[in-house]
C-alpha cells in the first residue's frame, strides 16, 4: 500500500445520497440561549439536478426544491451550441414555472387543503392566492438513474412521494434514448379517515414561440386507463428549434382536464388581469375552482379561440338570440371563457343571461383576447394544457398516480444550416408516440431502470463515492447529441468548447463505453475519418459531424490518448472489426509521436507545449506527455497483436524498454516524476496527472514498465503534496518553491478539476489506498454540495465531460479489468476487508461482494461469458452446482483459474471464488 495521511476508509451501510430542503424549517419556540419566536434551518439552493431525459435527447433539469428547470429540449441555447440568429429563434421561455404539479386532500366535514409539491418561494402569490401553498419540506434521494422526491408538510394527512426518472438501461441504448420521463406518485392515507386527493398537473405550452400565428393545436385522447393531452403546431418559420409536439399523459384515478387555454389562467405565468366594466381589476385562475372541487372542468378546446373569434363590436351587436347563444357556447369549450360566462351567470337573479348581457360579454371577451392572443406586439399565450387524477384512499391504504412528459422536436439544426435531426426520429412520429411506448412500456423500463439504479446504491464504500460514479452519469444524458444519421457526440462542456473532445474523452468516458459501448465505438471510428495523413488525430468536432477543431492538430497528447483508448475499447467488447478498421490509424498516430523524439531517448521531446493543459506552457519532455508515451506504447504492442503484427510489436517493445528507462532517468527527482525536462533544466513542478498513462494502462489490466518504488512514492507526494480536504487536488504545487510558484497563478496549474481528481483518486484505489481514494471523493463532493452543484461539476464550461471519470472510483474500488478477447476476468479488488460494490460491463452488470475467505461475483442483468479468472488468493471457482474449477497457474501476482467449458455468468447467478 502507498503510504498516505491517516485517512479512514470511508465504509458503511449501503446508501442513497439524501438532500434535504425545506419550506423554512421552523422549529418551536425555545429558550437557548435566548428566546426566540421561531428558529428557521436554512441552507444553500441547489442550482443543479437532475438531467431527465435520454442520450442526446435535450433535458429537463429537477432540482432537490421539486421544479423542473433548464428544457434544452429545443434545439436551441447551450445545448444546441451557437446557432446563428435565424435558426436559433426565439427562446420558448420554459422555466420552473412551465411545469407544476400540485396536490388537494379533502376529509369529510374539512376544508380542503391544496399544496405546491415545490419549495420555491417565488411561485407563490399571497395576495390572490393564499390557499395554495409550497409543501413543507422534500426529501431529495438521488440514485441516478431514478430520483424520489419525499413531500414533508404535517397539516395534509396523507405522505406523498414521486419516483422519478427516464429510462436508463445499460446496453439498451435505444430505450435509453427516449425523449421523456416518468413521475410516479404514491399517496399514503396516514389518518383514520378516507381522503380523497387530486392530483393535478400543470404544463405551458412552448411551441413556435415566436411565431405571430402559433397554429397550436392541443388534442386530448384517452386510452384504457390513460389520458393523455398532445400540444401540436402546424406553425412553419425559419426557425423550427420550437416546431414539434409536446405530450402529457396521467395514469391510475378518474382524470379531468384542460386541453388548452391560456397560460395565465393555469398560473404557469403571471396571473391574468381580466379587463371588463363590469368590475375593476378582476383577476380570474384556474385553481380556485380546482380547490373547491378537486377537478379540472373536462374543457376540450384545441385551438386559440381567438383564430375563429374574430368579430368586430359591430358585428357582435348583429347577432341573433341563436348565434349568440351559439358563440357562447363554442368558446366555452375554453375553460378561461368558460369560467367568464359562467361567473356572469351566478350574478344573474335568474341564472341566465340576457341575450344583450350575452354580446356584452362576447365583446369583453373579443377585447380580452385581443391582449392574450398576442395581436398587439407579441405572440398568442394560448396553448397551456392541465390533466387532474383523483383517488379516494381508505385510511392506511395507498394508490399511486403515474404522469409521464415526452417530448418530439425533430429539428436539430447544426451552425452550418444542416438538419441533422435527432435519432429518435427514427423511432416515433411524435410526442404522442413517445407517449405511448413510454406508458405501454412502462413496467419492464421502470423495473430494469431501478435495477440499475438499485445496483449502483448497492455498495458499502459510502455515499459520496456511490453518488459520485452515478451523478455524474447525468451527464451522459445533459449534454449528448445522437443524431438522425446515428452519429453521436458528447459535449465538453455543455454548450462550449467542442464536442467528443479526445483529451477529455480519455479521462471521462469510462462510463460510457462500459454501459453504451456501440455509441462510444462508433464516435471513435467516425472521428477517426478525419485523421491527418501525419498521423495527427483531430481533437474535437466543431459544430456537426462533418467538421473538427481546425486549431487543435497540434495536440500532443491526443495521438497517445487515442491508441489506449482504442485498446481499452477491445479489452472491454472484443470488438474485432472495430480495431481492424482503426488499427491504420494507430499505426500512423503511433509513428507521428515517435517522431516528436529528437534525441533519440525514446521520449517526445518536440513541439510538447501544447497539450490539453492547453493554457499551461510546457517544454521538453514533460511528464504527462511522456507518461501518455509509454501507455501508447503498451497499448500498441497489445494491439499490434491481436492483429498478428508481431514484427511491430517487437519494435514498439524496444521503443517502450528504452523511454521507460529515460522516463524514470531524466524525470524522477527522489520523490516524485517532474513537470518537465529540457536538455539540462528541470522543472520540479508536482503535476497531479504526471503518471496519466500509467493511470490509464494499469486501470484496464496492463503492468508498469517504471519501478514500482519510485511509482508508489509519486503517488504518495501528489497525495501528500497537492491535496488538502478543503480544496481537493490542485493540478500541480511547487514544492520547491522558486520558479515552480510563479507557475502555480496560472489558470489550470492552480487549478481544480474534479475530473483529475476522481481519476487520480480511483489511481491511489487502484493501487491499494482506499483511504486516500476516498478522502479526495469526499472533499470533491463537499465542495460541489455546499455549492448547490453536486450534478453540475465544472471546468471549461458546465457538466464538463472530464468529470465523468468519477466512474473510475467504481472500477478501481472493484479491481474488475475485463480481457473479452481472451473471455479472462481479472478481479483483484485492492479494498482490504469486507466490503461489497456493483460491478458493470458491456453486456451485463451486479454486485461483487469480497470478504475474507471468499469473492462473489452476482450477475444482475445480461451475461458474462467467461474462461478464465484472474485472482488473488484464492483459488478455486464454482458456478451454482458446477464442478468447481480449480487454480491452473500462479505468477505471483495473481492465480489464474481456467474453466474447462466456457462459463456463462448470467442474470441471477453467482460465481463463488474462495
Given at each position: 500500500m502507498i503510504g498516505s495521511k491517516a485517512v479512514s476508509p470511508v465504509i458503511g451501510a449501503p446508501q442513497r445520497m439524501v438532500m434535504q430542503h425545506h419550506n423554512g424549517a421552523i422549529s418551536a419556540v425555545v429558550q437557548s440561549p435566548d428566546e426566540v419566536a421561531c428558529q428557521i434551518d436554512a441552507t444553500i439552493a441547489m442550482n443543479s439536478g437532475v438531467a431527465l431525459g435520454g442520450i442526446g435527447t435535450g433535458f429537463i433539469e429537477l432540482r432537490p426544491d421539486g421544479c423542473f428547470y433548464e428544457w434544452l429540449i429545443f434545439n436551441n441555447g447551450p445545448w444546441a451550441g451557437g446557432l446563428p440568429a435565424n435558426l436559433a429563434g426565439v427562446s420558448p421561455g420554459m422555466g420552473p414555472a412551465s411545469l407544476q404539479f400540485l396536490v388537494r386532500t379533502q376529509q369529510a366535514g374539512q376544508e380542503p387543503k391544496l399544496r405546491r409539491l415545490a419549495l420555491r418561494a417565488t411561485q407563490n402569490n399571497l395576495y390572490s392566492l393564499g390557499y395554495v401553498q409550497d409543501v413543507a419540506s422534500i426529501t431529495f434521494d438521488a440514485w441516478f438513474p431514478m430520483?424520489?422526491?419525499?413531500?414533508?408538510?404535517?397539516?395534509?394527512?396523507?405522505?406523498?412521494?414521486?419516483?422519478?426518472?427516464?429510462?436508463?438501461?445499460?446496453g439498451n441504448a435505444r430505450e435509453s434514448g427516449s425523449p421523456g420521463f416518468y413521475l410516479n406518485f404514491t399517496i399514503e392515507n396516514?389518518?383514520?379517515?378516507?381522503?380523497?386527493?387530486?392530483?393535478?398537473?400543470?404544463?405551458?405550452?412552448?411551441?413556435?414561440?415566436?411565431?405571430?400565428?402559433?397554429?397550436?393545436?392541443?388534442?386530448?385522447?384517452?386510452?384504457?386507463?390513460?389520458?393523455?393531452?398532445?400540444?401540436?403546431?402546424?406553425?412553419?418559420?425559419?426557425?423550427?428549434?420550437?416546431i414539434g409536439s409536446l405530450c402529457l399523459s396521467a395514469t391510475g384515478g378518474r382524470h379531468s382536464w384542460i386541453s388548452g387555454t391560456y397560460s395565465q389562467y393555469l398560473g404557469t405565468r403571471k396571473l391574468p388581469v381580466w379587463h371588463t366594466r363590469r368590475m375593476n381589476f378582476m383577476l380570474i385562475d384556474a385553481l380556485q375552482p380546482f380547490y373547491a372541487k378537486g377537478k379540472l372542468p373536462n374543457a376540450p378546446a384545441t385551438h386559440d379561440p381567438a383564430e375563429t373569434f374574430t368579430l368586430s363590436d359591430a358585428q357582435i351587436n348583429a347577432l341573433s338570440a341563436k348565434e349568440a347563444s351559439q358563440w357562447i357556447e363554442q368558446l366555452s369549450q375554453d375553460a378561461m371563457i368558460e369560467r367568464v360566462f359562467a361567473d356572469a351567470s351566478h350574478t344573474s337573479p335568474d341564472g341566465k343571461l340576457s341575450v344583450e348581457a350575452q354580446k356584452q360579454l362576447l365583446r369583453e371577451v373579443r377585447r380580452n383576447l385581443h391582449d392574450l392572443a398576442g395581436e398587439g406586439d407579441g405572440d398568442s399565450s394560448w396553448g397551456a394544457g392541465a390533466l387532474a387524477s383523483e383517488v379516494v384512499v381508505a385510511p392506511g391504504a395507498s394508490a399511486q398516480v403515474r404522469f409521464a412528459l415526452s417530448w418530439h422536436f425533430p429539428h436539430h439544426f447544426s451552425r452550418y444550416g444542416e438538419d441533422m435531426g435527432h435519432m429518435y426520429a427514427n423511432w416515433f412520429k411524435d410526442a404522442a408516440e413517445v407517449n405511448a411506448h413510454l406508458n405501454r412500456r412502462y413496467g419492464t423500463?421502470?423495473?430494469?431502470?431501478?435495477?440499475?439504479?438499485?445496483t449502483l446504491a448497492d455498495t458499502s464504500l459510502g455515499g459520496p463515492m456511490a453518488f459520485a460514479w452515478s451523478s455524474q452519469l447525468c451527464t451522459a444524458v445533459a449534454s449528448t447529441w445522437w443524431v438522425k444519421a446515428g452519429h453521436y457526440s458528447i459535449w465538453e462542456g455543455l454548450g462550449c468548447c467542442g464536442q467528443s473532445t479526445i483529451d477529455v474523452d480519455f479521462t471521462g468516458n469510462f462510463g460510457v463505453t462500459a454501459l453504451f459501448p456501440e455509441l462510444s465505438l462508433s464516435r471513435m471510428t467516425w472521428m477517426l475519418q478525419f485523421q491527418r495523413p501525419n498521423g495527427q488525430v483531430p481533437h474535437t468536432y466543431a459544430g456537426d459531424f462533418s467538421h473538427v477543431d481546425q486549431s487543435g492538430w497540434g495536440r500532443v497528447d491526443l495521438n497517445p490518448m487515442f491508441v489506449m483508448m482504442v485498446l481499452r475499447d477491445y479489452l472491454w467488447t472484443d470488438d474485432r472489426d472495430y480495431v481492424k478498421n482503426l488499427w491504420p490509424h494507430v499505426v500512423k498516430a503511433m509513428q507521428y509521436t515517435a517522431s516528436l523524439d529528437t534525441n533519440g531517448d525514446g521520449l517526445p521531446d518536440k513541439d510538447t507545449g501544447y497539450q490539453s493543459y492547453d493554457q499551461w506552457g510546457l517544454r521538453g519532455s514533460p511528464s504527462y506527455v511522456c507518461s501518455l508515451w509509454l501507455g501508447a506504447l503498451k497499448a500498441g504492442i497489445v494491439l499490434a497483436e491481436a492483429q498478428g503484427q508481431s514484427a511491430q510489436a517487437e519494435a514498439w517493445r524496444k521503443i517502450l524498454a528504452e523511454a521507460s528507462q529515460s522516463f524514470d532517468k531524466i524525470l524522477f527527482n527522489g520523490q516524485y516524476y517532474r513537470l518537465w525536462a529540457d536538455g539540462s533544466q528541470r522543472s520540479d513542478v508536482c503535476m497531479t496527472d504526471q503518471l496519466s498513462g500509467e493511470w490509464f494502462t494499469h486501470l484496464i489490466g496492463l503492468k508498469a514498465t517504471l519501478p514500482q518504488a519510485h511509482l508508489q512514492s509519486a503517488w504518495d507526494s501528489v497525495f501528500r503534496l497537492n491535496f488538502d480536504s478543503q480544496t481537493g487536488v490542485r493540478n500541480a504545487t511547487a514544492p520547491h518553491g522558486g520558479r515552480g510558484l510563479l507557475v502555480?497563478?496560472?489558470?489550470?496549474?492552480?487549478?481544480?478539476?474534479?475530473?483529475?481528481?476522481?481519476?487520480?483518486?480511483?489511481?491511489?484505489?487502484?493501487?491499494?489506498?482506499?483511504?486516500?481514494?476516498?478522502?479526495?471523493?469526499?472533499?470533491?463532493?463537499?465542495?460541489?454540495?455546499?455549492?448547490?452543484?453536486?450534478?453540475?461539476?465544472?471546468?471549461?464550461?458546465?457538466?464538463?465531460?472530464?468529470?465523468?471519470?468519477?466512474?473510475?472510483?467504481?472500477?478501481?474500488?472493484?479491481?474488475?479489468k475485463p480481457d473479452m478477447p481472451r473471455k479472462t476476468l481479472t478481479l483483484m479488488p485492492p479494498?482490504?476487508?469486507?466490503?461489497?460494490?456493483?460491478?458493470?460491463?458491456?453486456?451485463?452488470?451486479?454486485?461483487?461482494?469480497h470478504s475474507k475467505h471468499k469473492l462473489e461475483l452476482t450477475c444482475l442483468a445480461g451475461e458474462l461469458e467467461l474462461k478464465a479468472l484472474r485472482v488473488r488468493g484464492f483459488t478455486t471457482a464454482m458456478l451454482g452446482h458446477s464442478k468447481p474449477a480449480q487454480i491452473q497457474r500462479a505468477d505471483g501476482a495473481a492465480n489464474t483459474i481456467e474453466f474447462g467449458e466456457p462459463l456463462h455468468l448470467q442474470a441471477g447467478s453467482s460465481l463463488i471464488v474462495s
Open positions: 430520483t424520489t422526491l419525499h413531500y414533508g408538510d404535517p397539516t395534509l394527512p396523507v405522505n406523498i412521494k414521486a419516483d422519478v426518472f427516464s429510462p436508463f438501461i445499460p396516514t389518518s383514520s379517515e378516507t381522503v380523497t386527493v387530486s392530483l393535478l398537473s400543470l404544463l405551458d405550452n412552448p411551441l413556435a414561440r415566436g411565431c405571430k400565428k402559433r397554429m397550436l393545436s392541443n388534442v386530448l385522447t384517452q386510452h384504457g386507463a390513460t389520458t393523455s393531452l398532445t400540444m401540436r403546431t402546424d406553425a412553419t418559420p425559419e426557425s423550427k428549434t420550437t423500463l421502470r423495473s430494469q431502470t431501478e435495477l440499475f439504479a438499485r502555480l497563478n496560472n489558470l489550470q496549474a492552480g487549478g481544480v478539476w474534479s475530473g483529475i481528481e476522481y481519476a487520480f483518486a480511483s489511481c491511489m484505489i487502484d493501487h491499494g489506498n482506499l483511504a486516500a481514494g476516498a478522502a479526495i471523493v469526499e472533499a470533491v463532493h463537499q465542495r460541489y454540495r455546499r455549492a448547490g452543484s453536486p450534478w453540475n461539476q465544472v471546468e471549461c464550461g458546465d457538466h464538463y465531460a472530464r468529470a465523468m471519470s468519477s466512474w473510475t472510483t467504481l472500477l478501481a474500488a472493484t479491481g474488475f479494498v482490504r476487508g469486507a466490503f461489497h460494490a456493483p460491478w458493470v460491463m458491456a453486456g451485463a452488470f451486479g454486485t461483487l461482494r
